[in-house]
């Protein structure tokens, strides 16, 4: 086929006439996010708008795209850059994505487009709805919280009479993947694995293989996807200050493990106590601040009144406040909660769970004990965090090379291993 030539960014580029767009870019060594786009279906589903370009400063979905000769289309302009990260982050929001718990994680198209950005926290709130997890078909089960009405499903598996296996069902907010679970009782596991394997995110699962890819070997974990990420600079070593700084942590509504990834760093810490020092944390059990403090660390959200306290304490005291860790940035595990209402919550702990004894049918409710919240908030909603450092936990290597960073301006790149939300 005859080749043309087109412009990415005034960069003359060239493909064959009528390619799509989002591939001809990627031959011409420039990737265009894209979830939704799969090359075998056409005309493109164009749901996602992750891969949002503009021609003539109009936007456009490059994967609805063909390329022409002459074609000019602006891809990595700074407000398409900052555009297609709201877009990912919206979709987080949109959701209830718990990576450290999904077994999609690793191989996850969302997961790893964000990682690609940059994104270490989403700007929206988070929405908490309530969706189902469908266990009704016999070989598959279908998360609704992780599903991002990408298409891919509906389009690609139709039987040879024509039925759709998935299908799109109600309208607009409420829209939904519903399997058909006749015609999935029938699917072979070769398509049942293709099912899972085609869903960008996690939302189609089969029983028994999910799990199937340990750490290590997951699609995003190979060394040559790293290769694509440009972020790997040696850190330099500080200069020692002469006056050390001061560093400060809590743990609100979090597992504590944050602060254990923090002990991580072994002989690390030899070093680091010639940098810093440390005033209130439960790694020192100073309880209370003895003088303002350069950087607070922030494991967990805020889950009851107590957490809340604690957090606009540290606000007051600290210089630069950071989150650290799933929690701390959008509520993480614990808002698993966020999708039912409190009281729902309450009433299932105390009073219905099946290991509850509780004959006289009480919900703790004294005054000495902290008030619960309605939902679990991130520390950003609460107080003005400045930085988030995102993993389930981030690794000891990782954090400290944050602080350092933040604190002492050495040169730290993320490299893609120490950048997680899992
Ligand atoms: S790994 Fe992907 S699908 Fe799973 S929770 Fe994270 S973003 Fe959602
Ligand atoms: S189940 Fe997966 S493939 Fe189907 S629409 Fe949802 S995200 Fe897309
Ligand atoms: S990849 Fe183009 S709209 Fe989804």
Redesign the pocket.
């Known amino acids: 086929m005859k080749k043309v030539t087109f412009y990415i960014d005034d960069q003359p580029c060239q493909a064959e006439d009528g390619k799509n767009f989002v591939d001809a870019a990627a031959e011409n060594g420039i990737s265009i996010p894209s979830l939704?786009y799969y090359p075998h279906i056409d005309p493109p589903l164009a749901t996602c708008r992750v891969c949002t370009v503009a021609i003539g400063g109009q936007p456009r979905a490059a994967c609805s795209l063909k390329v022409s000769e002459g074609l000019r289309v602006q891809v990595n302009t700074p407000d398409l850059i900052e555009n297609r990260k709201a877009i990912l982050e919206l979709i987080f929001a949109e959701g209830n994505h718990f990576c450290p718990a999904c077994e999609k994680s690793g191989d996850c198209d969302l997961q790893h487009l964000a990682y690609e950005s940059g994104i270490t926290y989403s700007r929206f709130p988070h929405t908490f709805v309530d969706r189902i997890v469908d266990f009704k078909p016999e070989r598959l089960v279908?998360d609704h919280n992780?599903?991002?009405?990408?298409?891919?499903?509906?389009e690609e598996f139709v039987t040879d009479s024509g039925k759709k296996v998935?299908s799109y069902h109600r309208r607009g907010g409420r829209t939904e993947?519903n399997v058909d679970y006749e015609l999935e009782a029938e699917m072979s596991d070769k398509e049942l694995t293709r099912a899972m394997r085609?869903?960008?995110?996690g939302?189609?699962l089969l029983r028994g293989k999910s799990e199937s890819r340990p750490f290590g070997d997951r699609k995003y974990d190979k060394p040559e996807s790293q290769e694509a990420i440009p972020l790997t600079t040696p850190v330099e070593k500080p200069v020692v200050p002469a006056k050390k700084k001061v560093v400060a942590t809590a743990s609100l509504a979090g597992c504590f493990g944050c602060h254990m990834s923090m002990l991580d760093i072994d002989l690390g810490l030899l070093d680091l106590i010639e940098l810093v020092s440390f005033d209130k944390s439960p790694l020192t059990d100073i309880k209370r601040f003895s003088r303002h403090v350069d950087i607070g660390l922030i494991e967990g959200g805020c889950c009851n009144s107590e957490n809340i306290e604690n957090l606009e304490y540290f606000r007051e005291h600290c210089d630069i406040l950071v989150s650290v860790g799933e929690c701390a940035i959008w509520g993480g595990l614990p808002a698993m909660r966020n999708t039912i209402s409190l009281e729902a919550c309450l009433e299932e702990a105390y009073l219905h769970s099946p290991v509850t004894r509780n004959a006289q049918h009480i919900i703790p409710n004294h005054e000495d004990i902290p008030k619960i919240l309605d939902r679990v908030y991130p520390c950003h909603e609460v107080v003005k965090i400045d930085y988030h450092i995102p993993g389930c936990p981030p690794s000891a290597q990782h954090i400290w090379k944050v602080v350092q960073n933040i604190l002492f301006g050495t040169k730290y790149d993320v490299i893609y291993p120490e950048f997680k939300y899992d």
């Open positions: 939704c279908i992780r599903c991002i009405l990408c298409k891919r499903c509906v998935f993947v085609l869903c960008p995110v939302a189609i």
